[in-house]
């Protein structure tokens, strides 16, 4: 796969409205961009589920080996490949999509029992949950109740936090920004008719972080490890960002959107706020490139030639999409608007796969773990995940 550090670099140097030029996505309007997407991704997906082995879940292409890249269940990734197929479903009623949805989630059913990590939220509600909204299935929403007691096992009232994971010679008791992600089942099932224990746990969980992991300037730090006999912080640090006072740029992405989703749940404006200064730092740091997909953390090194990462800029769209529907006049349009230059330019050639190729996968050029030498400019299931969400979201917000 050509790597995009020199692309990055050019991206870096020229405006917006150039880019736009060049790739003549500017031209095109957002209803067109948005049905050519879920009708391409309908056909790319076609191509990956055929690709999947028994029992496992996409999770990306080594394009040297030409070689789909799958893990078992319990990989905290499980649940995109079943949400991205009923974001399609959602968009082209195509009966084969559904079918391999349907035929997704029961690969993964078991994890509603699964109390291993902190990533249940993703794994199944993702998943589960995009299929109950779709079809109302009440066996769906047994799955999801399921899950939310698995996930609550997890809470840890010394520190009022979900223990992301278990302890290790890294750590004691890590929690990291990404755990945001997960409260959104929590509160789900609590609103649903569930135990309102889930949704305290949420907003206990929402709290902390909101009191421990983030810098004056609204960035975030990636982990943030406590001392369960003190209850007190032991260390604040990272493990997929460039260094421990870096802003990990997929780590940004998950504290807006969770802090977003956050205040959707609860109207505590203190949660909005949170979600607005991290939309700033993010639109106005120094080091977002021109087309608005972010290096793979804003501090890395060798900016303007450091490998991007679209599955950030994914999360980010469709954050600020939602965050826009909580903000009004210029603050609303800047969101909107700078979503849109994201998604617009996911869809280009850049970013975006040609048909048949990629293994199946939608974007191109994102980064999982660039410190740990995984994952690095390829494509990622909740890339493509991310990516459908924001453009369902436009199409069912701003069109």
């Known amino acids: ?47 990956l589920d055929k690709n999947i082995p028994a029992g496992l879940t996409p ?80 066996a769906y929403k047994s799955v999801i109740d399921n899950s939310a007691a698995s996930l609550a096992k997890r809470y840890r009232p010394e520190i009022e936090s979900i223990q ?52 004056p300037d609204f960035s975030s730090y990636h982990v943030v490890d406590y001392d369960l006999t003190t209850g007190k912080v032991f260390r604040k640090a990272t493990w997929q960002g460039a260094a421990s006072c870096s802003a990990w740029a997929r780590g940004q992405a998950w504290a807006l959107y969770g802090f977003t989703m956050m205040y959707r749940a609860t109207e505590d404006h203190k949660y909005l706020d949170q979600a607005k200064g991290i939309a700033h730092f993010i639109l106005n740091h120094p080091n977002l490139p021109a087309d608005k997909i972010p290096f793979w953390d804003f501090d890395a090194p060798k900016i303007p030639y450091a490998d991007r990462d679209a599955s950030a800029g994914a999360i980010t769209a469709s954050a600020l999409l939602e965050l826009a529907q909580y903000t009004t006049a210029t603050e609303k349009k800047e969101f909107i608007s700078s979503a ?55 199409k069912k917000w701003y069109l």
């Open 340 to 394: 849109e230059t994201m998604i617009r330019s996911l869809a280009t050639p850049v970013y975006r796969a040609k048909l048949g190729e990629n293994g199946g996968f939608l974007l191109l050029h994102s980064t999982g773990a660039l410190p740990l030498n995984s994952e690095i400019d390829v494509p990622l299931i909740y890339a493509d995940y991310y990516f459908l969400e924001a453009l369902g979201r436009y």
């Open 59 to 138: 999770q990306s292409y080594d394009a040297k080996k030409n070689k789909l890249v799958a893990y078992d269940i319990k990989w905290w990734c499980s649940g995109f490949y079943s949400g991205s197929l009923w974001y399609i479903y959602e968009q082209t009623k195509e009966a084969e999509i559904k079918n391999a949805a349907e035929k997704a989630l029961k690969v993964i059913e078991s994890n509603q029992y699964f109390s291993g990590n902190h990533d249940l939220g993703f794994m199944m509600f993702c998943s589960f949950g995009n299929a109950y909204r779709l079809t109302a299935n009440p």
């Open 1 to 47: 796969m050509k790597r995009i550090n020199l692309i990055a670099g050019l991206l870096l140097l020229t405006g917006s409205a150039s880019f736009a030029q060049k790739t003549g996505t500017q031209q095109q309007s957002m209803g067109q961009l948005i049905d050519e997407q879920f009708n391409f991704a309908a056909k790319q997906y076609k191509v």
């Open 164 to 215: 992301s994971w278990d302890k290790s010679k890294y750590w004691k008791c890590p929690v990291i920004i990404d755990n945001m992600m997960n409260l959104e089942m929590l509160n789900w099932v609590s609103d649903k008719g569930g135990d309102a224990k889930y949704k305290e746990i949420a907003v206990k969980h929402s709290n902390t972080t909101l009191k421990n992991h983030f810098r």
